[in-house]
């Protein structure tokens, strides 16, 4: 996550609360180090956005507060749009209903005169084969994935076996109209990709696996990074 995108997230994430938030608990969230987040914390706040509070005493985002217009050009409003179609279209269905209503509201938050981008705009997701179905809610897995909560899935393989697993789940992968959830497999103790439609039932466990997400995605990528030149 860039700088700025990170600092947008510290705003949107004391917006949602009224209570102080410490910085360790946003340092979490965001999985960065305290460091780095106090450094964002003095950022924002000599761009004199008002926030008041101190390192260990947590911090709030004054009532009054509202984030300026959103100002986007054609061309963005236009990807921003395509995205969403494509999510609205290959998702699962909580997903694609957040993607429909994503476009909703950028159609109200811009001038009337860019509306016609968004509503009607010149490039289009087409879907040509049928949606990936799978047998259990993929809000669940992502929020087990956000909070980092371990799995227990029952999969079906490859060559039609049944076995259970314990996964730690870092992402969900699109790849060819097919999903993957990208995991640490504590079964296996190696990186697996388990293709969502195989998955017969997933349990979110009680216990968060250890480090962090972030690391653990990097792992993966020089993993799979190391794999192709092999």
Not at 15 to 43: C, K, N, V
Not at 77 to 98: C, I, K, N
């Amino acid at each position: 996550m860039r700088r700025t995108e990170r600092l947008f997230q510290i705003i949107q994430i004391l917006r949602s609360t009224r209570s102080p938030i410490t910085g360790r608990d946003l340092a979490d969230e965001l999985e960065i180090s305290i460091r780095t987040l106090y450094r964002d914390m003095a950022e924002l706040m000599a761009q004199r956005i008002p926030i008041t509070g101190e390192a260990g005493m947590g911090y709030v985002l004054d009532d009054g507060y509202d984030m300026p217009p959103l100002m986007l050009t054609a061309d963005e409003l236009e990807a921003a749009a395509l995205g969403a179609a494509w999510v609205a279209a290959e998702a699962d269905p909580t997903l694609s209903r957040a993607a429909r209503d994503l476009v909703s509201k950028l159609s109200e938050a811009i001038p009337r005169e860019l509306r016609p981008v968004v509503l009607d705009a010149s490039t289009k997701a087409i879907q040509t084969r049928s949606r990936v179905v799978e047998r259990f809610d993929g809000a669940l897995l992502r929020h087990a994935i956000r909070e980092r909560y371990k799995l227990e899935l029952t999969y079906i393989d490859r060559d039609k076996g049944t076995t259970n697993r314990i996964v730690w789940p870092l992402l969900i992968a699109f790849l060819d109209r097919s999903r993957y959830l990208v995991a640490w497999c504590e079964t296996r103790e190696g990186f697996r990709h388990f293709k969502t439609d195989r998955v017969q039932e997933l349990k979110v466990l009680g216990g968060k696996y250890p480090g962090r997400r972030t690391v653990l995605i990097r792992d993966w990528e020089r993993a799979m990074a190391g794999r192709k030149q092999g």
